[in-house]
């Protein structure tokens, strides 16, 4: 029972980590982007084939992860995303989809379609016990780092220039751009650490969540989720919704698993129902 | 009669070019009858992006998750020919007012919220029924389909024949139908009021239109001609599966709507035939990495700016 929290606890704050960018893009910029499980695939793609092409250990690979889509999404956002802002929400959609698609083409044009598998250290491997909870080493690990980068991320929105800057951006980026703040160089930031986040949880995830080509079309909803039910407007809003889905679907998954993914989704289409501007969502808010 | 009435009756008329393609849809039956299985596919695909114009071009819904009902029609029919009785008109019927309900039962999640949690509530309904197709496999057949449909003759006297000429006389029957009944239905004042309801949802309420009411109605209605796509897929092609109700599917039908153009019905007859025929050409050519090429598609469409696709002279010449 306990163990199934922690697992839940887990799996939540990698969709934490995995959506907190897509939560950025959607409340900085009103983008739909439905690739955000694109950069996450990548981090995980760079961490597989360092490990087992490369022989580059695991700790080392996790910022490799993040380094690589960060300069991916530097890349992608000047000179392709930065033209979708403006325009109507089915544009973003259509776009981004495509982008999946290719992304989910191209890398099983690459790599190949078969699934990856991570060879953990032996370190992280096994489980120990707290007073008869058994608790995963891997999870406990990911617990940590992520826990870690929430803290760290909430500093610096809280207490950093950068932070303000991005708030006030997000509040309004006309005013923000009129009292001298170079929006278009926050949005690039904001945006390359948000790919950053995903390609290091992508990383982080191939174990736990399974790496194969589909990967972005199979969880995109699962991010959607804390997105939109969290709100954008916070960050403790996705990490509570982030917690909420992942304690939901270990749980349901665990207790009644002929009902698979439905508890989720029905989970999520009730809470819109009654809250469509998701659970946390500041009152008033102007979007 | 006003210059209003005027103006409307001028806008509803029929166009010599309606009537054309009218006569090519049907010509095309008995001229082409070797590729009558392909062009089945083209027109179930034009219903289907049919269906989804009325929600999105006419009344500005973005949908994630279209295929819900078209793989309720498919479903339905299917189960319905196999347990109930094989005549595929009835069966049509059975399927059309199943998914009509279904759509009026989703169509109370769509009224709230943004953009955002249409297309998650959208999207989350198609997962549902993905997730419950593949569980209830006793009734469903799971992920290996629902097999042994047996479909019998179209007006008792027709069989469906492997040539697919029955099959794709029926569908056009359908699309024609559903195609007279939606342009009824776009020029009439209930389809101005979704038009007004497009632009302005705030606006059009505070002149009095009551904009749930009509966003049900053309949920509805839209899911009933999505549920009639399913129904013809699946009682032409005596199968339904899983992968009725995939994302691909949804996404798909969007694409070909955008490559046709939205809000003037004809897009998802023309993004049909564009989309199958690139399909094949990419396909024939490449088969397995036909995604990419969608994909690659799709975003170059976008930045090109989608509104120029059916507007070729548009291409070149200086930018204003």
Known sequence: ML???????????????????????????NFINLAHGAFAMAGGYITVLAMNRLGVPFLLCL?????????????LEPTLYRRMYAKPHLDQVLFSIGLVFMAVAGVDYFVGSMQQNIQLPEWLKGRFDIAWVGIGKYRSFIIVVCGVLTVVLQWVLANTRFGSQLRASVDDPRVAGGLGLNVNRIFLLTFAVGSGLAGLGGALGAEVLGLDPTFPLKFMIYFLIVVSVGGTTTLTGPLLAALLLGIADVAGKYYVPKLGAFIVYTLMIVILLIRPQGLFARAGGGK | MTAVTQGLRAHASWRWWEFALLAVLLVSWLLLPSHALLLNEVAILALFALSLDLILGYAGVVSLGH?????????????????????????????VATAAAFGALCSVLILRGTDLTRLM????????????ANKLDWLTGGADGLQGVVIGPLLGQFEFDLGGRTAYAYTLAVLIACLLLARKLVHSPFGYALQALRDNRLRAGSIGLSVNLRLVAVYTVAAAIAGAAGALLAQTSGFASLDVFEFHRSAEVMLVLVIGGTGYLYGGIFGAIVFKLLHDLVSAWTPQYWNFWLGLFLVVLVLVGREKLMRPWTWFGAKR
Do not use: N
């Open chain 1, 3 to 29: 163990t199934l929290l922690f697992d839940g606890i887990a799996y939540g704050m990698l969709m934490f980590v995995l959506a907190v960018g897509l939560a950025v893009t959607l409340g900085l910029m």
């Open chain 1, 63 to 75: 910022p490799l992860a993040f380094v690589g889509t960060a300069l991916l999404g530097a890349l």
């Open chain 2, 67 to 95: 295929a819900a009902f078209f793989g309720i029609g498919a479903y339905s029919a299917a189960l319905f020919a196999k347990l109930v009785m094989p005549d595929p008109l009835v069966g049509m019927a059975v399927a």
């Open chain 2, 121 to 132: 509530v959208t999207l989350g309904v198609a997962s549902i029924l993905y997730e419950l």
